[in-house]
């Protein structure tokens, strides 16, 4: 079973729109950590924001917000006014721990979002 | 610039053909990883590494081997390449495997196999 799904593949969106990329995750663990990556065109992976499973204010990076639910177990990324620039690939990914030394990022299969002009 | 750096940026191998990939960390991260992306398959891991001298398994491990003799290195290898393992190879650090702490990802290498 997926233990990170991004239920939509791709997204357009018009320019200065909010955007919510979906995001859930599977874990039975008490103790995890969620992340966004952003990935342009040009192929770099970009960190954007970070939440704490047991952060119980909702993250906030500049025009980033992650829409953590955790009873839901959602943890959807919201862009507020969209930028042409925000165009990209955008990833969810989760972390467990920390009791296993050999934790590991666990990756969606990503969402691609379009912003038109 | 400190980071993760990745040698070479883009390769084209024929089929059978061997080559190393190579990964090279300047902050001290005890933990790496290498991942491929395809399309629509999002980052999967290949390899990864808590610390000089260990690797282990990750979730495609099958026709790549790797290696961390030195705390700051860690190589990719495929003994004899697949067309199936064209794709972009990522490599990735860590301070701590603490659910705090992120990746720092090493630009890709694009890696075409004919």
């Known amino acids: ?83 042409l620039g925000d165009s990209a690939m955008y990833f969810c990914a989760m972390r467990e721990g920390p009791g296993n030394r050999d934790d590991k990022i666990i990756f969606g299969k990503g969402t691609r979002l379009h912003i038109l002009p | 610039n400190a980071g993760v750096t990745q040698t070479p940026k883009f390769r084209v191998l024929k089929t059978g053909q061997s080559m190393t990939l190579l990964c090279a960390q300047d902050m001290n991260h005890e933990y790496m990883y290498w991942y491929r992306q395809d399309p629509g398959m999002g980052l999967r891991l290949i390899h990864y590494s808590v610390g000089e001298g260990t690797t282990a398994k990750g979730e495609v491990p099958d026709g790549y081997n790797v290696s961390r003799l030195k705390k700051q290195n860690f190589l990719l290898g495929l003994e004899s390449a697949a067309p199936s393992q064209t794709s972009v190879y990522f490599c990735a650090s860590s301070y701590s495997p603490g659910m705090a702490y992120g990746y720092t990802f090493g630009s890709g290498t694009r890696l075409t196999v004919v």
């Open chain 1, 1 to 83: 079973a997926q233990k990170i799904t991004q239920t939509q593949p791709g997204m357009f969106v018009q320019e200065k729109e909010a955007v919510t990329l979906d995001c859930t995750y599977d874990t039975s663990d008490q103790s995890y950590g969620l992340f966004w990556y952003k990935q342009p065109s040009s192929g770099e992976m970009i960190f954007l924001i970070y939440q704490g499973s047991y952060d119980e204010q909702n993250a906030t990076e500049g025009r980033y917000s992650l829409n953590f639910q955790k009873a839901r177990k959602s943890a959807n990324l919201v862009i507020s006014a969209s930028q």
